[in-house]
């Protein structure tokens, strides 16, 4: 599958509520694997199936982008990642609480 777009920009600069923004994309290789594996002792084989992703240009994925509208981007996008933040920080905050004064490192 291939797919091609063209964009092109004009004087207008219009709104920033109806600007458009190029942003990568995550993109993930899922791959179906069949193991066999096989007793030499008492001849028998066994099978089964396993998912498996990757990531990177080594495993044959694509650079793939997304087009993101500004209000998406401010509405929901920015709002997720605060919070997203936020709960990094509590989690960060907990481990901390919990570590053994005794067992930490000092710099």
Known sequence: LTMSFTMSTS??????????VVTPA???KFSETLVVSYNFS???AKNYTIVTWALGK??????????KAYNDIADSEIPMLERNLG???VELATQ?????????LIN
């Open 42 to 44: 008492d001849c028998t």
């Open 11 to 20: 004087e207008d600069s219009g709104l920033p509520s109806g600007h458009l």
């Open 26 to 28: 995550l993109t993930v």
């Open 58 to 67: 080594d495993s044959g994925n694509l650079k793939s982008f997304t087009l």
């Open 96 to 104: 901390q609480a919990e570590e053994d004064p005794d067992e930490m």
């Open 87 to 89: 709960f990094a920080n």
